[in-house]
């Protein structure tokens, strides 16, 4: 299936910084999404990009659809403790494998010390 | 409550043994899927099905089954398990067009010795 490349893989977070992660294909996406697993739960959607260049925010999140429709990022602004989680990006390819879901790996934040 | 469930949350099961997990939905959904979730891999699609009786392979179907005969259930069944199918089972749904953003059941811990 597709690859989605997630970085970081892992990341420390000190309430009120600002965070970022990206996720990379080599092929092209129709729709990207971003979800949030707490744990012991499945994960949540967090943010939906459908069009090329499109930049959308929830909250504190905010994410973009790059232009090139291989990437796309998710930025957390001011931290907060209950960010932590592990963060996938996902996407659908194009038709006809548009029913296909690709996940990146996951991106764990934690809260430093 | 829109929700998907699964059942059992958690099984303990040996090589071999046949086993059924329910999915159900309870939003109309035409999409469902089956993935599983393994450490550094993120979730990885199974199955996928569009519609009643319309099923279709996702990343990794090896050793597994589904079936739709209703709208809003979507059993993975594995005829003989094995270890290496130990893992973290996830159902999802969505409409089948427009965004398409998925909805997660709460898990399902599967253990094969």
């Known amino acids: 299936g597709q690859q989605l490349n997630q970085s970081p893989q892992s990341m420390f977070i000190q309430e009120g910084e600002d965070v970022s992660m990206n996720c990379t294909s080599s092929?092209?996406?129709?729709?990207w999404l971003w979800y949030k697993q707490e744990p012991g739960e499945g994960p949540v959607l967090l943010i939906a990009l459908y069009k090329a260049g499109e930049l959308t925010s929830n909250g504190r999140l905010t994410a973009q659809f790059g232009i090139t429709r291989k990437d796309s990022f998710l930025n957390i602004s001011a931290s907060i403790p209950s960010d932590v989680g592990i963060y996938f990006c996902?996407?659908?390819?194009?038709?006809?494998?548009?029913?296909?879901?690709?996940f990146g790996a996951g991106t764990t934040v934690t809260v430093r010390a | 409550e829109a929700q998907v469930t699964q059942n059992p949350r958690y099984l303990i099961t040996v090589t071999g043994k046949k086993l059924t997990v329910t999915c159900s939905q309870n939003m109309n959904h035409e999409y469902m899927s089956w993935y599983r979730q393994d450490p550094g891999l993120g979730l990885r699609q199974i199955y996928y099905?569009?519609?009643?009786?319309?099923?279709d392979k996702g990343d990794v179907p090896e050793g597994y089954k589904v079936s739709r005969k209703e709208k809003r259930n979507f059993p993975l069944i594995l005829e003989s398990p094995s270890p290496n199918q130990t893992s973290l089972y996830f159902c999802?749904?969505?409409?089948?067009?427009?965004?398409?953003?998925?909805?997660f059941g709460p898990g399902t811990r599967l253990t094969v010795t």
């Open positions: 099905s569009m519609n009643v009786e319309v099923t």
């Open positions: 999802a749904s969505s409409f089948f067009s427009g965004g398409r953003e998925q909805y």
């Open positions: 092929s092209i996406f129709n729709t």
């Open positions: 996902a996407g659908h390819p194009p038709p006809p494998n548009d029913y296909k879901l690709s």
